[in-house]
Every structure is written in C-alpha cells, then in structure tokens.
C-alpha cells in the first residue's frame, strides 16, 4: 500500500468519524434542549377551577365499558373529561401484556350519558408502520385533555422483550378524539430510550403542560415525572426521577398547592402498604418514600383530591393479598391519617384493580379501572356517597 493509498484511507476514516459525530450530534440537540426547556422550569401545579356543586343525594353507579369484547385481556384505563363536557376513556386490550395483538381502545361518552362502542385507534403494525420502528406491542394509554380543545394520548410501544423494553409515544386529535394524528416518540433519553411508562392521571401546570407521572422498569422499578410544556409549536418533553426507586413505582400525585403536592407509590418489596412522598417545590424534588398506614398488594393506587380538600384513594387491600376487592380510603388531613370508607367493587377469587380517577365538571368522582381480567368497567360517586359511607361507619385504617 503506498502512502497515497493511505492517507486517502486515514481522510475516509476521519470523515467517517466526523459525519458520525455531526449525526449524533442531530439525535442529541433537540433532546437536550428540549431538556434543558422543561427539567429546568418547575413552574407550579395549577390548582383545578371549583367544581359545580354536585348533588346532595348519594349516587354511585357502576357501568361495563366493553361488555361485547372478545379480548381475553383489557387493562391500564384512562379517562378524561374533553371540553364539551363528555368523557373519553382509553385502554390497552389483546391476548395478554406484550402480545403482538395488543391494541389501543377508545370509547366516549355522549352528553346523555351513554358511552359508545369502543373502537382500535391504533394496532402493533399500524403503529410501526407510522413510526418506522419495530414494534412488538403496545400498551398503558394515558389521555391528556389540552386547555385548547386538543386531546393528546400517551401510549407505550415495546420495541423489545416486555415492559423494560418500552417507550412513550403521542398523538393528538383536534376533533374530540374522532381522528388522530400519526404516533411519535417522545425521547427522553438519546442513547437506549427504553423503559417509560405512563400510569396515572396528569397535573396540569401552571402555564399550560402537564406533570405526568411516569416510571421505569429496568434493573428495577424508578418513580419519574415526565414535564411537558409549551415550546415553539408542541410541547418540550424532560425527565426527572422522584426519590425511592427499586421497589417503589408508578406514582400518582395529588398537587396540595401550586408548590405542594402527594405522591402514592404502589410498593412492591412486600410491605403491604401504600407508600408515600412530599414535595414542596412544585414537584422538582421528593421527600424520601415512607410507608403509610394504607394497605394495598403489589398493585395500582390512584388519589384525588375532593373540592372540599379532603383525600380519597383506591387501594386493593382484600386479606389474603389479592386483588379481588376495590377499596376507598378517605384522608382529611392531607394524608396524615386514613379511613377505610367503603368497598368499591368486588369479586371473590377473581381481580379488581388499577383504578384511575378523576373529578368532572359535574362534582363527581370519575373512575375507570381494571375488573375480571377482560373488562374495563366505568364508576361515578359523588361527595354525598362518600359522606354516606363516613356515616356508615367506616373505620381508621389499619
């Protein structure tokens, strides 16, 4: 090889290595600054507008969203309030967790109160056909009802192995979740990007965005908050890891104040209990996890906070430590002490569980959640029930 030859292959190699630098480089600035925008902005929880007085006559009802479903497997609801006033309720549903069939649902209800029959908004081939990506399956929908009228949806695609091989993609709908734009990965990390998963109800902040709750399951389970706010024409998208970690995950936060706020963790190192943490600067830091007196298996919590300002939280607490009943626990001192107030649902031998809740327009409790194995089922309470069950005599909890 003459040493023309060679110095042609050292300038090859070295342009190599400079158009590999400039390409990672691309990948990394929009992440970065994305990051930059959001993990150092902490703008304050935005506190919910007081509600419309809710009827003073207990109500609560219990209605089956997919009673026709033939899937064998309908999981991880989400349910959001759209802006003229219906409600939109998202799942995942296949053959099992990670099945290549697994797909996301979609159903709403009108302002008769009738729900529809739900419909696919997007499959694994779908899916990866619209993001270029391979994909396994999909899973855990989250719904992100805008203060524009938009409706955005978080979803989980699996590109390998199970849960640990995941990442969180969008989509957004103008038109009340009638179409749908095309999916797109959020990345919140440019290296892997893998193992994030969306679980719980969001907080809007102040200024618009969302505090989503969000964790990871690889080498162990991390609770995180994924921030997304306005910047240029979407929304920036950073992380930041709440205090605790490996046995503690999928938090859901209840803002207290614009600076305050509670997060539950479901534990699962055993203990039984619900797990708890403070913030006192609008979320950018967390107190470190302290078990309460809550009971709960290793499954989904989910807290609301009532117009009145007192706490209720939807605990699997059955004492065999299955999931076969539904329990509401019920705080008046902003989590501090606890009563077991009533049963939500149940079903001896069979599973109950991954409540999510939110509070409508109307002053009730809105609450999706997980029964059977197969079926999402949709509950509505108002604060005149929860009174009733108080006077009933639900006791401390244990």
Known sequence: MTSSDLSVRRLCATLRLIAGLAGFVVILAPWWMAREQAGHSFPGFALAPPRAAADRVPYFAVTKL??????????????????????????????????????IEFAHRDASGVWSAPRTLFNRAGTAGAMRRHVVSLGNPLLLPAADGKLGLLFVSISAGKWSGSSINVSWSADLGDSWSAPEKFCLNPLANLSALPRNPPSALVGGGWAVPIYEEFIGRYPEILWLQPWKDGYSAAVTRMRGGMSVFQPSIVPLSAGAALAFYRDDSGVGRVTLARSSDSGRTWSEPEVSVLPNVDSGVCALRLPDGRLICAVNDAKDRSRENLRLALSADDGKSWRIIATLDEEPGMEVSYPYMILGSNGRVQMVYSALGHEIRYAEFNTAWIDAQVAAGGGDAP
């Open 66 to 103: 997919n009673a026709q479903s033939p899937q064998r497997k309908a999981h991880s609801a989400t349910l959001a309030e759209l802006s003229d006033g219906t409600l939109a309720c998202a799942w995942y549903a296949g053959r099992g967790e990670g099945a290549s069939d697994v797909t």
